[in-house]
Protein backbone atom coordinates (compact mmCIF):
# COMPACT_ATOMS: atom_id res chain seq x y z
CA UNK A 1 0.00 0.00 0.00
CA UNK A 2 1.47 3.16 -1.06
CA UNK A 3 2.23 5.43 1.41
CA UNK A 4 2.10 9.37 0.88
CA UNK A 5 4.57 12.11 2.73
CA UNK A 6 3.50 15.71 2.34
CA UNK A 7 4.80 18.71 4.42
CA UNK A 8 2.66 19.59 7.44
CA UNK A 9 2.19 23.06 6.92
CA UNK A 10 2.34 26.10 4.33
CA UNK A 11 1.59 30.03 4.27
CA UNK A 12 1.07 31.51 1.51
CA UNK A 13 0.23 35.47 0.45
CA UNK A 14 -2.75 36.14 -1.29
CA UNK A 15 -2.34 36.34 -5.38
CA UNK A 16 1.09 33.88 -5.03
CA UNK A 17 0.90 30.65 -6.78
CA UNK A 18 0.96 27.90 -4.06
CA UNK A 19 3.18 24.31 -5.34
CA UNK A 20 2.41 21.47 -2.59
CA UNK A 21 4.55 18.50 -3.25
CA UNK A 22 3.74 15.02 -2.32
CA UNK A 23 5.98 12.21 -2.23
CA UNK A 24 4.85 8.25 -2.57
CA UNK A 25 7.93 6.30 -3.82
CA UNK A 26 5.81 2.87 -3.54
CA UNK A 27 2.99 3.68 -6.05
CA UNK A 28 1.96 0.90 -7.93
CA UNK A 29 1.33 0.98 -11.71
CA UNK A 30 -2.05 1.29 -11.80
CA UNK A 31 -2.21 3.87 -9.19
CA UNK A 32 -3.89 7.18 -9.69
CA UNK A 33 -2.73 10.06 -7.46
CA UNK A 34 -5.90 12.23 -5.98
CA UNK A 35 -5.71 15.15 -4.38
CA UNK A 36 -8.41 16.85 -1.50
CA UNK A 37 -9.31 19.53 -0.32
CA UNK A 38 -10.76 19.82 3.57
CA UNK A 39 -12.42 23.18 5.03
CA UNK A 40 -13.06 23.00 8.75
CA UNK A 41 -16.26 20.86 9.46
CA UNK A 42 -16.92 19.95 6.33
CA UNK A 43 -16.19 16.46 4.72
CA UNK A 44 -12.92 16.25 1.91
CA UNK A 45 -13.70 17.42 -1.59
CA UNK A 46 -12.15 16.24 -4.54
CA UNK A 47 -9.45 18.77 -6.26
CA UNK A 48 -8.17 17.06 -9.43
CA UNK A 49 -6.55 13.35 -10.11
CA UNK A 50 -3.72 12.25 -12.22
CA UNK A 51 -1.68 9.08 -13.53
CA UNK A 52 1.07 10.45 -15.25
CA UNK A 53 2.37 14.14 -16.71
CA UNK A 54 0.23 17.23 -16.45
CA UNK A 55 -3.49 17.58 -15.60
CA UNK A 56 -5.88 20.86 -15.18
CA UNK A 57 -8.75 21.62 -14.69
CA UNK A 58 -10.79 24.76 -13.37
CA UNK A 59 -9.34 25.07 -10.25
CA UNK A 60 -5.88 23.05 -9.83
CA UNK A 61 -3.27 21.60 -11.70
CA UNK A 62 -1.05 18.36 -11.09
CA UNK A 63 2.27 17.74 -12.17
CA UNK A 64 3.32 14.25 -11.76
CA UNK A 65 7.22 13.03 -13.08
CA UNK A 66 7.78 10.33 -15.17
CA UNK A 67 8.68 8.00 -12.57
CA UNK A 68 5.45 8.88 -11.04
CA UNK A 69 7.32 8.45 -7.14
CA UNK A 70 5.61 12.00 -6.60
CA UNK A 71 3.08 14.76 -7.12
CA UNK A 72 2.47 18.82 -7.23
CA UNK A 73 -0.76 19.95 -6.66
CA UNK A 74 -0.30 23.88 -7.84
CA UNK A 75 -3.18 26.57 -6.74
CA UNK A 76 -2.70 29.16 -8.97
CA UNK A 77 -3.41 32.90 -7.59
CA UNK A 78 -4.54 31.76 -3.68
CA UNK A 79 -6.83 33.80 -1.75
CA UNK A 80 -7.66 33.92 1.42
CA UNK A 81 -10.72 30.91 0.33
CA UNK A 82 -8.61 28.61 -0.46
CA UNK A 83 -7.13 28.48 2.89
CA UNK A 84 -7.57 24.89 4.34
CA UNK A 85 -6.06 21.30 4.55
CA UNK A 86 -4.95 19.23 1.46
CA UNK A 87 -4.34 15.58 0.93
CA UNK A 88 -2.63 13.40 -1.58
CA UNK A 89 -3.69 10.09 -1.92
CA UNK A 90 -2.95 7.20 -3.91
CA UNK A 91 -5.26 5.21 -4.95
CA UNK A 92 -5.07 1.20 -4.16
CA UNK A 93 -7.06 -0.55 -6.74
CA UNK A 94 -8.73 -3.59 -4.50
CA UNK A 95 -11.40 -5.70 -5.55
CA UNK A 96 -12.21 -3.63 -8.69
CA UNK A 97 -12.48 -0.13 -6.38
CA UNK A 98 -9.87 2.41 -4.50
CA UNK A 99 -9.32 1.88 -1.51
CA UNK A 100 -8.80 6.10 -0.23
CA UNK A 101 -5.91 6.09 2.19
CA UNK A 102 -5.59 9.64 3.66
CA UNK A 103 -2.27 10.87 5.43
CA UNK A 104 -1.76 14.17 7.41
CA UNK A 105 -2.32 16.40 5.15
CA UNK A 106 -0.69 19.70 4.45
CA UNK A 107 -2.70 22.66 6.04
CA UNK A 108 -1.96 26.01 3.80
CA UNK A 109 -3.14 29.15 5.28
CA UNK A 110 -3.38 32.18 2.99
CA UNK A 111 -2.87 35.63 4.39
CA UNK A 112 -3.95 38.92 3.16
CA UNK B 1 -27.85 15.99 -6.95
CA UNK B 2 -28.18 16.09 -3.54
CA UNK B 3 -24.52 14.32 -2.77
CA UNK B 4 -23.99 12.04 -0.32
CA UNK B 5 -26.65 12.53 2.56
CA UNK B 6 -25.55 11.50 6.11
CA UNK B 7 -28.17 11.34 8.93
CA UNK B 8 -28.19 12.86 12.16
CA UNK B 9 -25.48 15.49 11.07
CA UNK B 10 -24.98 15.30 15.09
CA UNK B 11 -25.60 13.08 17.52
CA UNK B 12 -24.93 13.22 21.64
CA UNK B 13 -25.21 10.35 23.75
CA UNK B 14 -24.25 8.61 26.72
CA UNK B 15 -21.83 6.42 27.47
CA UNK B 16 -23.33 2.48 26.68
CA UNK B 17 -26.04 3.35 24.50
CA UNK B 18 -26.10 2.53 20.89
CA UNK B 19 -25.77 4.34 18.21
CA UNK B 20 -26.26 4.12 14.35
CA UNK B 21 -25.13 6.51 11.44
CA UNK B 22 -26.78 6.33 8.06
CA UNK B 23 -25.79 7.07 4.85
CA UNK B 24 -27.51 7.65 1.12
CA UNK B 25 -24.44 7.59 -1.43
CA UNK B 26 -25.07 9.05 -4.89
CA UNK B 27 -27.44 7.18 -7.10
CA UNK B 28 -25.28 4.79 -9.69
CA UNK B 29 -22.18 4.93 -7.09
CA UNK B 30 -21.09 1.45 -6.39
CA UNK B 31 -18.21 1.77 -3.43
CA UNK B 32 -19.14 3.66 -0.46
CA UNK B 33 -16.59 4.26 2.14
CA UNK B 34 -16.81 4.85 6.14
CA UNK B 35 -14.44 7.44 7.80
CA UNK B 36 -13.91 8.61 11.25
CA UNK B 37 -12.13 11.73 11.83
CA UNK B 38 -10.07 13.35 15.00
CA UNK B 39 -7.67 15.51 16.14
CA UNK B 40 -5.53 12.82 17.32
CA UNK B 41 -5.19 10.67 14.53
CA UNK B 42 -6.78 12.06 11.33
CA UNK B 43 -8.92 10.78 8.53
CA UNK B 44 -9.44 6.89 9.32
CA UNK B 45 -11.09 4.63 6.89
CA UNK B 46 -12.91 1.97 9.25
CA UNK B 47 -14.98 0.13 6.18
CA UNK B 48 -15.82 0.28 2.34
CA UNK B 49 -18.46 -1.79 0.12
CA UNK B 50 -17.92 -1.90 -3.04
CA UNK B 51 -21.14 -3.21 -4.91
CA UNK B 52 -22.87 -3.63 -1.50
CA UNK B 53 -20.45 -6.05 -0.47
CA UNK B 54 -17.77 -5.40 2.53
CA UNK B 55 -14.46 -5.47 1.34
CA UNK B 56 -12.23 -3.81 3.50
CA UNK B 57 -13.00 -3.75 7.43
CA UNK B 58 -9.97 -3.80 9.16
CA UNK B 59 -10.03 -0.10 9.84
CA UNK B 60 -13.23 -0.72 11.91
CA UNK B 61 -11.70 -0.63 15.81
CA UNK B 62 -13.24 -3.07 17.90
CA UNK B 63 -16.30 -5.28 18.10
CA UNK B 64 -18.23 -2.70 18.88
CA UNK B 65 -18.84 -1.28 15.51
CA UNK B 66 -20.56 -3.19 12.64
CA UNK B 67 -21.58 -1.62 9.39
CA UNK B 68 -23.83 -2.57 6.77
CA UNK B 69 -25.20 -2.21 3.61
CA UNK B 70 -28.31 -3.55 2.58
CA UNK B 71 -29.09 -1.97 -0.97
CA UNK B 72 -27.20 0.10 -3.03
CA UNK B 73 -28.57 3.50 -1.98
CA UNK B 74 -28.24 2.58 2.30
CA UNK B 75 -25.77 1.86 4.76
CA UNK B 76 -25.47 2.30 8.23
CA UNK B 77 -22.48 2.46 10.74
CA UNK B 78 -23.17 1.17 14.47
CA UNK B 79 -21.13 1.23 17.38
CA UNK B 80 -22.66 -0.89 20.38
CA UNK B 81 -21.95 0.24 22.73
CA UNK B 82 -20.82 3.49 22.54
CA UNK B 83 -18.04 4.97 24.53
CA UNK B 84 -16.29 8.41 24.57
CA UNK B 85 -13.86 7.75 22.81
CA UNK B 86 -15.82 7.26 19.94
CA UNK B 87 -16.53 10.85 19.95
CA UNK B 88 -15.95 12.08 16.06
CA UNK B 89 -17.18 13.40 13.11
CA UNK B 90 -17.67 10.43 10.82
CA UNK B 91 -18.08 10.47 7.16
CA UNK B 92 -19.39 8.31 4.39
CA UNK B 93 -18.36 8.87 0.99
CA UNK B 94 -19.21 7.27 -2.13
CA UNK B 95 -17.68 6.97 -5.68
CA UNK B 96 -17.98 5.02 -8.95
CA UNK B 97 -15.22 2.67 -9.98
CA UNK B 98 -12.11 4.72 -10.18
CA UNK B 99 -13.48 8.16 -10.08
CA UNK B 100 -13.69 10.71 -8.22
CA UNK B 101 -14.90 10.62 -4.38
CA UNK B 102 -17.82 12.40 -3.17
CA UNK B 103 -17.70 13.12 0.43
CA UNK B 104 -21.21 13.36 2.88
CA UNK B 105 -20.92 16.63 5.27
CA UNK B 106 -20.43 14.42 8.19
CA UNK B 107 -22.25 13.08 11.58
CA UNK B 108 -20.82 14.79 14.45
CA UNK B 109 -20.71 12.43 17.64
CA UNK B 110 -20.06 12.75 20.91
CA UNK B 111 -20.72 10.31 23.89
CA UNK B 112 -20.66 11.74 27.05
Known amino acids: LAKTTQPISMDSYEGQEVNITCSHN???????ITWYQQFPSQGPRFIIQ???TKVTNEVASLFIPADRKSSTLSLPRVSLSDTAVYYCLVGDWTSGTYKYIFGTGTRLKVLA | DAGVIQSPRHEVTEMGQEVTLRCKPI?????LFWYRQTMMRGLELLIYFNNNVPIDDSGMPEDRFSAKMPNASFSTLKIQPSEPRDSAVYFCASTFREGRGFFGPGTRLTVL
Open chain 1, 26 to 32: NIATNDY
Open chain 1, 50 to 52: GYK
Open chain 2, 27 to 31: SGHNS
